[in-house]
């Protein structure tokens, strides 16, 4: 019955799926590769319609959620139906692990289980950041022996957006490693990487050109440094947002800031970046997202540089 009223459910969805979705998929590595059965899944949560995406990504696969059990007791009727598609309610206090077995003797039928490990989407508006992942899918995994697979979303959603999908390889927890919090952080900074890479791969297709003219506010400007260029955000002449500040390296000292354009130019004079306006972000919602990311650190030539930065920032990627 549960299984029938899933699939009811995903039918009478279709013609909203392929109109809001319009699924782009790609996978860590590049290369497809099958996903296991039995699989834990986990994803960040931004919108009530990410569970409803990855539903319809595994479309031919039964899928079981974790639930925020007092979510479900809002209204009566609510919980019966959530519990009739496969919920697996949760405890957001932590203070029943029931769902641990729950979720074994689902894993162990070889179903999966798609998990947010942020909880609730409506405190996580943050557009470049995730939530604090909580442990209870390590647990579960570590319970099971089942597999973690991360599925990262763009979350764009609508009739003229394409949902961009990426796919990370398969993580194994070992039965014997109850190290949860180091074992947390990797996986969530993994998530992160892919995010980052995501929004490079959408970057990349976008026709860009630089040019030499009069500053704006809200411009992507750029000098040379010998074999490579430092890219950043003009304001005014006393703030360039910048990530790093320009030299090689790969460390944890460089972070987002604020430099004036004599220092970010070095006496050079800079380039600026021309772009269509259908893909370019509005200086409001710019200004916006440079107050999210100040001050953030993870500074990586390879998936979060000074480019991709910007990038994320301007670009409506």
Same mark, same amino acid.
């Given at each position: 019955?549960?299984?029938?009223?899933?699939?009811?459910?995903?039918?009478?969805?279709?013609?909203?799926?392929?109109?809001?979705?319009?699924?782009?998929?790609?996978?860590?590595?590049?290369? &497809?590769? /099958?996903?296991?059965? !039995?699989?834990?899944?986990?994803?960040?949560?931004?919108?009530? =319609?990410?569970?409803?995406?990855?539903?319809?990504?595994?479309?031919?696969?039964?899928?079981?959620?974790?639930?925020?059990?007092?979510?479900?007791?809002?209204?009566?009727?609510?919980?019966?139906?959530?519990?009739? =598609?496969?919920?697996?309610?949760?405890?957001?206090?932590?203070?029943?692990?029931?769902?641990? +077995? /729950?979720?074994?003797?689902? $894993?162990?039928? @070889? &179903?999966?289980? $798609?998990?947010?490990?942020? !909880?609730?989407?409506?405190?996580?508006?943050?557009?470049?950041?995730?939530?604090?992942?909580?442990?209870?899918?390590?647990?579960?995994?570590?319970?099971? %022996?089942?597999?973690?697979?991360?599925?990262?979303?763009?979350? #764009?959603?609508?009739?003229?957006?394409?949902?961009?999908?990426?796919? !990370? &390889?398969?993580?194994?927890?070992?039965?014997?490693?109850?190290?949860?919090?180091?074992?947390?952080?990797?996986?969530?900074?993994?998530?992160?990487?892919?995010?980052?890479?995501?929004?490079?791969?959408?970057?990349?297709?976008?026709?860009?050109?630089?040019?030499?003219?009069?500053?704006?506010?809200? %411009?992507?400007?750029?000098?040379?440094?010998?074999?490579?260029?430092?890219?950043?955000?003009?304001?005014?002449?006393?703030?360039? $947002?910048?990530?790093?500040?320009?030299?090689?390296?790969?460390?944890?000292?460089? %972070?987002?800031?604020?430099? #004036? $354009?004599?220092?970010?130019?070095?006496? *050079?004079?800079?380039?600026?970046?021309?772009?269509?306006?259908?893909? *370019?972000?509005?200086?409001? /919602?710019?200004?916006?997202?440079? *107050? +999210?990311?100040?001050?953030?650190?993870?500074? #990586?030539?390879? @998936?979060?540089?000074?480019?991709?930065?910007?990038?994320?920032?301007?670009?409506?990627?």
């Amino acid at each position: 019955m549960k299984t029938l009223m899933y699939y009811l459910a995903l039918v009478l969805g279709l013609p909203f799926a392929l109109i809001f979705f319009k699924m782009k998929i790609t996978y860590e590595g590049k290369e &497809k590769f /099958k996903i296991p059965k !039995g699989t834990i899944i986990i994803s960040p949560h931004k919108s009530f =319609l990410d569970a409803i995406a990855i539903a319809y990504l595994f479309f031919f696969r039964r899928l079981y959620f974790l639930a925020a059990d007092w979510y479900h007791n809002l209204l009566i009727i609510f919980k019966p139906f959530m519990l009739l =598609l496969g919920a697996i309610l949760v405890d957001p206090q932590g203070r029943n692990l029931k769902f641990i +077995e /729950k979720s074994k003797k689902v $894993l162990m039928k @070889n &179903k999966s289980i $798609l998990v947010f490990p942020e !909880g609730d989407y409506l405190y996580n508006k943050k557009l470049y950041e995730f939530g604090d992942f909580k442990p209870g899918y390590l647990m579960m995994a570590n319970s099971s %022996d089942a597999p973690i697979v991360p599925i990262i979303l763009d979350f #764009s959603y609508g009739i003229f957006s394409r949902l961009h999908i990426k796919i !990370g &390889k398969p993580i194994y927890i070992s039965s014997s490693d109850n190290d949860y919090i180091n074992s947390n952080n990797l996986i969530y900074k993994k998530c992160l990487n892919l995010f980052y890479e995501l929004k490079k791969e959408k970057a990349t297709k976008i026709k860009m050109t630089y040019t030499y003219k009069e500053l704006e506010k809200g %411009d992507v400007i750029r000098v040379k440094h010998n074999l490579y260029h430092h890219y950043g955000i003009y304001f005014d002449d006393e703030h360039v $947002l910048e990530f790093g500040d320009g030299k090689i390296q790969d460390s944890n000292d460089n %972070d987002v800031h604020f430099t #004036s $354009l004599s220092n970010f130019t070095n006496g *050079k004079i800079p380039e600026v970046r021309i772009v269509s306006k259908r893909h *370019k972000r509005s200086l409001k /919602k710019i200004i916006d997202y440079e *107050k +999210e990311i100040i001050g953030q650190k993870d500074y #990586s030539i390879i @998936n979060n540089n000074c480019l991709d930065l910007v990038n994320r920032l301007t670009l409506k990627i």
